[in-house]
């Protein structure tokens, strides 16, 4: 249950406006979803799609985006009750991951690393040589930094997270448990029937206000940089090979998958295990819908679905030309047979 | 090799029944498939598809459903053979997997913890605040048990695997190495071309009996819980996204992606990789097909393959359809002209 | 930026033959590509093809395959510039990632290991009961090492790599992070609605001059051995269930899936997220093209595309028809129309 405790007043002065409707004392001791809340929880209605809901809810208190007088539900109006509640969530989240600053005494750290002020390292957390983290970052427990890798300000790195050598990581970064930051792109060159490694050498820049999910792999280039814009969010269990270039404020769901020498343009958003092959240009705003595996470049701006991926409008119509590919192929037959064919 | 070291006559009384044929103090060292099986080793006859395998078999034991006259092995006669071979190989998988109890000397319990009877925890397992584990439960190394997370009697928990703030975990349940359990969700809105973060505030309910594969990620909800059904089984490398209410005893096997606020009912299977878009109801007993991707509801009872998914009978037919297509292209071709279109 | 910090002379010298054009005392301070290498840093020409990006790179020096004489760069010319430039990556990768020898004194390390000599093991790594470690092979940061698991000579382990029990692994082997070697494969029998485990007590039996990427999944067999032969390299996330046999020198890039008992033969290629149905033989020789899934056996040679998986050429037949497939629908309207059917 995530516990809040504020009262709608305290919510209203932490959110800076909104009118309140019935007990500006009303006590909001944690917050759920419409159906689930309770007569002591807050919950909120994100737009008019859900008047029907707030109607059967329990909710003690509500988020409103104007009065709604059919309710008898204290509540607060505001202009985005959605972000507002947003807000409150942010607020629960860093109240219930708080924990001790400071370096655990079962980390090791190497007499190497520069640490910046109010730096939190983990029990089990190897800092290796030559590293840099920034003030106020947190590496929890068992997380791996490489030698003379670079960790900014304000990041948050889970548990298991390892983070190989010559990294580089901007500000406000989270990454959650268990991704592998920096291991060795798939490099093989064959050489009478075997094939041998051709050493990946290159580094890896992460921009500032990146998010990586849980157990993501990203590739350290063969010899330049692989590189992750600013603002990008990626989702769980992704992949991204040696050498690509992610641009910036991109949304790479769960599972997706990105292969070698990829460059995603600003703002794409590739949905949930869709893919690339490798060496391709991924425009700039363009969509890969769920699943879509793209095998050639896509335009600035396209939107593309299926695997291989076509223009969404033309997968639309061969998906729905397909359901009717037996009829067809009765059709055909009997027209042959009239046609004698 | 895994050692088994029992008579048969040991074997017979460890099952509780059962007639042996030949010598009942035939050592049986460990056991092996029909084809690996050597002089010193015990096998199995599942059903009479395996009869003919079983003559080719130099196992010096087998473990039979009827008397096999015409095989001079040594047999214990069983009602149901795989079955008694299973309860063989949990006897073998116990002692293998033997270790010292009690909490090792690098374990980082905090003092806030409480801990059951005869609990192991091994070294580098990291146990946060206000968490508790139930009796006899097994944490290997390197575990993580973020912030008041319950953990029930007799879990296994193995090496590397990370459970974070907030999550309930039943009796029983087995999560094999490097997990992620209750990551945040992937969960962002959209403001001033930024991607802003949701929040994920919500935990994650584990039932009784269910077992979770290696690498595999379960998220938390972004306000209320995640659930995993008693009974249900999760295969290596899956993908449970946020406010997901997986039923039980489900099937989901390995790499299989299950999105956002899905809901899956009680016996459904989901066969390997296959997966689901977000917001989406999988039937009772409903059953996707390897690779198949569901895109909308699926009914109780229904089998489902391909992506986008259809009835198992459709997609059939227009795999075979498929396989014609350029055929059907070229008669299409004859007769446009043969009709002057 | 790869350090190499090597005058051209020194480099012939290391590759032992080559003629130089230019300045043979002209040192390298890094290497980089074409594309990006500056006017310290030596780059090379793979072949013809790269002759014009040759002409506009700013290298300081170039690998070249015979001597260009309209470039004033300086030049090294080797019979295979390629390959030789893999050997000074190889000696750059070498040197940064050169670390202390020994065992860390926070590793644990079960009084009956077995170590070789000039063993390195990592901080947090716990390596358990009866376990034998080859010469020269280095375990990183919270490895994970089960009981009487055996890990060859000249090993690389990555952090937080988990080795279950009965593990056994050649010479020269590379594991990269986060991966799980050993976890149960998926086996499950249904009695009465519930699903009851078959314990998996077989092992996995991984050959020399294997390279596993990260976060992949190699799940132990049931009860003989899941094998992975000499030379083949695995990517990063793939999972190879139980029973499977990989063959020699094959190549499993990123996020392949192998499901249970499948047969790989020697020198196949299984591209980015293809994969199998179980209890399949893929052949010898064999390619699966990038996300093809073949459902039935592969013979020896075939080249695969699709899902599921068809001979290349009917594939690609099959998806240039599909793109055609609406239009075919409107003729077979007119066509009808026409014949009055």
Same mark, same amino acid.
Do not use: I, N, Q, S
């Given at each position: 249950m995530p516990r809040l405790g504020m009262t709608l007043e305290e919510i209203r002065d932490l959110i800076g406006s909104g009118e309140i409707i019935g007990a500006a004392d009303f006590r909001c001791e944690s917050v759920a979803s419409l159906n689930q809340a309770g007569a002591d929880q807050l919950s909120f209605i994100? @737009?008019?799609?859900y008047v029907d809901q707030a109607r059967a809810s329990k909710a003690g208190a509500l988020l409103v985006p104007?009065?709604? @007088?059919?309710?008898d539900t204290n509540q607060l109006v505001v202009s985005d009750p959605y972000r507002c509640f947003g807000l409150l969530l942010g607020r629960i989240s860093e109240q219930s991951q708080r924990q001790p600053r400071g370096v655990h005494p079962q980390a090791v750290v190497h007499e190497s690393a520069r640490l910046g002020q109010d730096v939190t390292i983990g029990a089990g957390a190897v800092i290796r040589e030559e590293t840099v983290i920034g003030d106020r970052s947190v590496l929890y427990a068992n997380v791996y930094l490489g030698q003379r890798s670079v960790v900014g300000a304000e990041n948050v790195i889970y548990p298991g997270v390892v983070i190989r050598e010559d990294t580089t990581i901007g500000d406000r970064v989270v990454i959650h448990g268990g991704s592998v930051i920096?291991? @060795?792109?798939?490099g093989f060159v064959q050489h009478e029937g075997r094939h041998i490694k051709v050493p990946q050498v290159g580094g890896i820049l992460i921009g500032d206000d990146v998010e990586i999910g849980a157990l993501t792999t990203i590739d350290r280039a063969t010899l330049d940089r692989t590189i992750i814009g600013c603002g990008t969010k990626v989702g769980d269990q992704c992949h991204i090979a040696h050498n690509c270039k992610i641009g910036e404020n991109v949304l790479l769901l769960p599972m997706v998958a990105v292969s070698g020498s990829v460059t995603v343009g600003d703002g794409a958003v590739l949905a949930g295990r869709s893919g690339t092959a490798d060496n391709l240009r991924i425009g700039a705003g363009a969509v890969l819908g769920g699943t879509a595996v793209a095998f050639k470049d896509v335009p600035d701006g396209a939107t593309m679905w299926g695997n291989?991926?076509?223009?969404k409008g033309t997968e639309l119509r061969i998906q729905a030309a397909l359901g009717r590919l037996p009829e067809m192929q009765r059709d055909l037959r009997k027209i042959k047979k009239k046609l004698d064919l």
């Open positions: 994100k @737009d008019e799609r104007h009065p709604m @007088d059919e309710l920096g291991a @060795d792109g798939y291989p991926a076509r223009e």
